[in-house]
């Protein structure tokens, strides 16, 4: 009861912050940090790094019009390739063209695919095992900085300086610097060890009809003084999702409701999809260096001010969110969207072509997408998977042909039009890509977009302990600073670096 | 001759070696890797000897793995008695002859053949909140549900007992049935002319008769019950909060999602320990009381 009365409490601040000069200096300050941060967390390219990106443009140049993928593969002829990959459009979609690489090259190329969890399970156990059974693997990022460490994966450096397997077209400007860095380049120095496959971000998802409504256009302005919009900061999406909360009986845009009406979807599992939700907003609030859980240095920050009052507000979300939202995870919201009975979320932007699709979903064509609201800085949190050849493939050459193939612009455009979310450029501009609804989102989103702190191999069981411990403050069975202390605590045990702010409550 | 007596353990060759395969094997290979620091995605930690450290570190400092042990005894001590008293009350009430008795039985056993992971994913589709059959039952009849039943500490593993309990009374109750039909007649005629009363032929005459078969029920299900994990991960993955981290799922994040083997290995040898000590005084004790009654 005193942490809902500390929630009411920060919200009724925010609202009267809403009004106040401050709203003022704090939207002035986030377009500056928008401008001058824009990739924040991106690191810039090292001098070595830079040197082999120089080596693979002087090859690439050399190589124009004299390479041939078809003279490449020659020796590889008659191999098959073996790739392990997650169960997620992205790998559906090259599959429809392989007949195509294996027309021009002899190489077939045989796809395993797993969920999630049974995916890493057999990642792991065929790695640890070295039997070279899969020539390409789907690494998530959140294990690159293991299974690179642990050597089970190699570096593809070697391939590009390779005159013979180097594809003039490769066009590594392409990718997004930040995307590309953190899913496929590590070790000391860093090395990339492959390309980006599957690299959702988080936007903002919202019911476009109603935020059009005349009629709660209207009752919105006169109950909060201020238009109706998208919103831009989280005090403006506070309102909006406790205005759009409606019983069965009231009226939501001049129809009577049959049931229950949310202005928010939250995702309160147990699972990473909390973790992910919820460091938007720690990142907004104070930072997204490693999705404000670590510092440059790998100090312990999860239990700054600013994340505690970030969860402070995440848990008053939940009073205008679906009860039953408190076990939702990413599926399950985009089930509530489809069943038409949430206004808003922070979302998946793969997970929208779901709610696009007119046959499962009762909104589609009435969703609008922008960025997340920002709080103070520009932030979209993103996932990623790398394409890896292991260490022990029989066949890293005709892997690396392929996976060159495969990531080509031709190829990522083709693939991104069935429904695959591109990490090219090139693909990003199409006309074809940039008219889907949620791609100017996207687009704009990755921007700003910052990773976990993947880096730490130790990351699988940190985020373990912080999806514990925010549903642990969810549940109100501690408040926000006692959870995020007991992160720090246990995170210290396991990483051996300091917490910065000392915990208040051990 | 000498070919007879060995023809019988030439027989039993192929039974011990697919046991010693399937169970010694890898269970002296958890033994060793519970005795190294082996995390397959912590580079630092590839297998270096660790002697004891992991088991002292479990059962002296970690607290996750204590909590979930003490749900995990609290869920099998609630399910399996519950499920002994409804199986065997449903067994004696159907323990007669009459019209349907076959087609009852044969419903009654449904929840019994459907494969673990199927009951938690049909639970989950049924439990959900807004689009759930449950949760509108409960709400059509006037009860007011605020969230979840999964989604709060309070009720989530209640729930999981309920979900255990509607799948594995059936369990307990075919046990039982199968042995009241095959009680000897006698003992009961002799009681009846001795004027015992049914309450008196029940406690001295069935039970005693049943009770190899009723041990052999409450162990199979008390083992059961403490590996319980399916339903856990489909429908809570140990939430909310750890409200429901049944010791097998710690056992499983700790294995396959934090990929700490060496300490996973420790928490299994831990729980094996626990299982093979819980079986041995089951076994002494109830022993014990049939020899003070023969």
């Keep these: ?506 | 001759m000498l070919g007879r007596k060995y023809m019988g353990y030439l027989l039993l060759v192929p039974t011990l070696a697919l046991l010693v395969f399937l169970s010694i094997v890898p269970f002296v290979y958890a033994l060793i890797l519970s005795l190294r620091h082996l995390n397959l995605k912590i580079p630092r930690l590839s297998g270096q000897f660790a002697a004891l450290e992991n088991f002292r570190y479990l059962m002296r400092e970690d607290a996750e793995f204590w909590h979930s042990m003490g749900i995990t005894v609290l869920f099998l001590v609630v399910v399996v008695g519950i499920e002994f008293l409804l199986g065997f009350g449903l067994a004696l009430l159907l323990n007669r002859e009459f019209r349907g008795k076959r087609i009852l039985v044969s419903l009654a056993v449904i929840p019994m053949m459907i494969a673990p992971v199927a009951v938690g994913l049909m639970w989950r589709v049924a439990l959900n909140y807004e689009l759930g059959i449950v949760t509108y039952l409960i709400k059509s009849v006037g009860i007011p549900l605020k969230e979840a039943l999964l989604g709060t500490s309070l009720t989530a593993l209640p729930t999981l007992m309920i979900i255990d309990i509607w799948q594995w009374t059936p369990f307990i109750f075919l046990i039982m049935l199968a042995g009241l039909h095959s009680l000897p007649k006698e003992p009961y005629e002799a009681a009846q002319v001795d004027g015992a009363s049914r309450w008196q032929i029940f406690r001295l005459v069935t039970l005693p008769l049943l009770k190899p078969l009723i041990i052999i029920a409450l162990l199979l299900r008390v083992i059961d019950a403490f590996k319980t994990f399916d339903q856990v991960y489909i429908l809570t993955g140990g939430g909310p909060g750890n409200a429901t981290d049944l010791v097998c799922m710690f056992a499983y994040r700790t294995n396959f999602k934090i990929w700490n083997l060496g300490y996973g290995a420790s928490v299994v040898i831990v729980i094996f320990i626990i299982i093979l000590i819980v079986t041995a005084l089951f076994y002494t004790v109830t022993q014990k009381k049939e020899e003070e009654v023969t």
């Design chain 1, 1 to 506: 009861m005193a942490e809902e009365g500390r929630v009411e409490k920060t919200m009724k601040g925010g609202r009267l912050f809403m009004w106040n000069g401050k709203v003022i200096c704090a939207t002035l300050i986030s377009l500056m940090l928008a401008l001058s941060f824009g990739t924040s967390t991106a690191q810039a390219w090292t001098p070595e790094e830079q040197a082999l990106l120089d080596k693979v443009k002087e090859i690439a140049s050399e190589n124009a019009g004299k390479w041939s993928l078809e003279e490449a593969a020659k020796s590889y002829k008659g191999v098959t390739l073996k790739i392990l990959a997650d169960a997620a459009t992205e790998a559906d979609a090259p599959q429809k063209y392989d007949s195509e690489f294996t027309d021009k090259t002899g190489i077939e190329v045989v796809w395993e695919q797993n969920p999630w969890d049974e995916h890493r399970s057999k990642m792991f156990m065929d790695f640890a095992a070295g039997t070279g059974i899969y020539d390409l693997v789907w690494v998530p990022f959140d294990d690159m900085a293991s299974v690179t460490g642990k050597e089970y994966v190699q570096p593809v450096d070697k391939f590009m300086r390779d005159p013979k397997l180097l594809d003039p077209n490769i066009n590594l400007d392409d990718y997004s610097e930040p995307l590309w860095k953190y899913t496929s380049w590590y070790g000391k120095p860093a090395k990339p060890y492959g390309f980006p496959c599957e690299n959702p971000t988080m936007i903002l998802w919202y019911r476009k009809d109603l935020f059009e409504n005349p009629i709660e256009k209207e009752n919105f302005k006169k109950e909060y003084r201020y238009e109706l919009q998208v919103p831009k900061n989280f005090a403006q999406f506070y309102h909006v999702a406790e205005f759009f909360t409606r019983k069965k009986g009231e009226k939501l845009a001049g129809e009577e409701l049959n049931r229950d009406f949310y202005g928010v979807g939250c995702s309160g599992k147990r699972h990473w999809a909390s973790v992910c939700e919820w460091m938007n907003l720690a990142s907004s609030w104070g930072g997204p260096t490693w999705g404000g859980t670590l510092d440059e240095n790998d100090n312990i920050v999860i239990n700054r001010p600013e994340n505690v009052e970030a969860l402070e507000y995440w848990i008053s979300l939940f009073r205008f969110s679906p009860p039953g939202s408190v076990d939702w995870y990413w599926d399950l919201k985009t089930t509530a969207f489809q069943k038409n009975i949430v206004a808003m979320a922070l979302a998946w932007n793969d997970q929208s072509y779901e709610v696009e699709d007119a046959e499962k979903s009762e909104v589609s064509g009435k969703m609008g997408y922008d960025i997340i609201p920002t709080q103070k800085y520009p932030v979209s949190h993103f996932g990623s998977w790398s394409w890896t050849i292991p260490t022990k493939a029989k066949n890293p050459e005709a892997a690396w042909l392929y996976l060159q193939w495969v990531n080509s612009r031709d190829i990522a455009l083709k693939c991104a039009l069935e429904g695959a979310m591109p990490s090219r450029k090139y693909v990003f501009d199409s006309p074809e890509i940039s008219t889907i609804p949620f791609m100017p989102a996207t687009k704009k989103a990755l921007d700003y977009a910052f990773p976990r702190p993947v880096h730490r191999p130790e990351w699988g069981e940190m985020g373990e302990i912080l999806a514990l411990y925010l549903t642990k403050a969810h549940r109100m069975e501690m408040t926000a600073q006692e959870a995020l202390d007991k992160v720090a605590v246990e995170w210290q045990k396991l990483l051996g670096t300091s917490i910065v702010y000392q915990p208040k409550t051990q």
